[in-house]
């Protein structure tokens, strides 16, 4: 379970107070997959950080009873300067899995061949951006985070694996996804929530979210 209890999250633009949350409550639970809309510049990623815990609210309480996803795509806590083998058993040692596992998986789908074995830091934009996604799938979670969409490569083949891949995990996963276009969620979802003004608004359906949010937008 991912339970947000009064949280409140806020920044100062230098010219006025943005406001992201204000006093938010709601939980996710295992297998109820929740999409939230969210028009651009209200703190979808913001949000979804709080979720995994890369950033702290400013008041209220984040309760996290399972294992929760960082967002696909965040390539946060690879070593740039060590091989992309060094920092699949690194980082599967953290989270108690495999090493040897975890170093197959993510070698087999992100397939860039002996530079596997070279420092990450010496990857294009698009190998490590393949290197990431794959590592966060080796990692087994109970809830995935997914900050507007599966991230897309140049890569036909590569999406076309991680994208079977990651629909396989869904299957027995729960997912959160935080998106301003409703039929992104419509792959995922049938519960939602519109985030708006610092306010999150909870809903029984996707349809009648989006019927509220058309309306609003």
Same mark, same amino acid.
């Given at each position: 379970m991912l339970e947000f209890d009064n949280v409140s999250k806020s920044f100062w633009t230098g010219t006025q107070r943005k406001v992201i949350l204000d006093q938010a409550s709601f939980r996710v639970e295992l297998g109820q997959s929740l999409g939230i809309l969210a028009p651009n510049g209200t703190g979808k990623t913001t949000l979804v950080n709080m979720m995994c815990g890369l950033e702290k609210p400013d008041e209220g309480k984040i309760r996290r009873s399972c294992r929760i996803s960082f967002p696909l795509g965040f390539m946060g806590g690879v070593v740039g300067r060590i091989s992309a083998n060094e920092n699949a058993r690194y980082i599967a040692r953290i989270y108690g899995l495999d090493p040897d596992y975890v170093s197959a &998986? /993510?070698?087999?789908?992100?397939?860039?061949?002996?530079?596997?074995?070279?420092?990450?830091?010496?990857?294009?934009?698009?190998?490590?951006?393949? &290197? /990431?996604f794959s590592l966060l799938l080796a990692l087994e979670f109970d809830i995935y985070l997914i900050d507007e969409g599966m991230p897309q490569t140049t890569d036909v083949e590569f999406n076309r694996k991680a994208g079977e891949v990651l629909f396989e995990r869904l299957r027995n996963s729960t997912v959160v996804i935080v998106s301003h276009q409703p039929k992104t969620i419509e792959k995922f979802c049938r519960h939602a929530a519109i985030l708006r003004d610092g306010r999150l608004y909870m809903f029984e359906s996707l349809e009648e979210a989006k019927q509220y949010y058309d309306y609003t937008a």
């Open positions: &998986f /993510t070698r087999w789908l992100t397939d860039i061949k002996e530079y596997f074995d070279m420092p990450v830091g010496t990857y294009s934009a698009g190998m490590r951006q393949r &290197f /990431t």
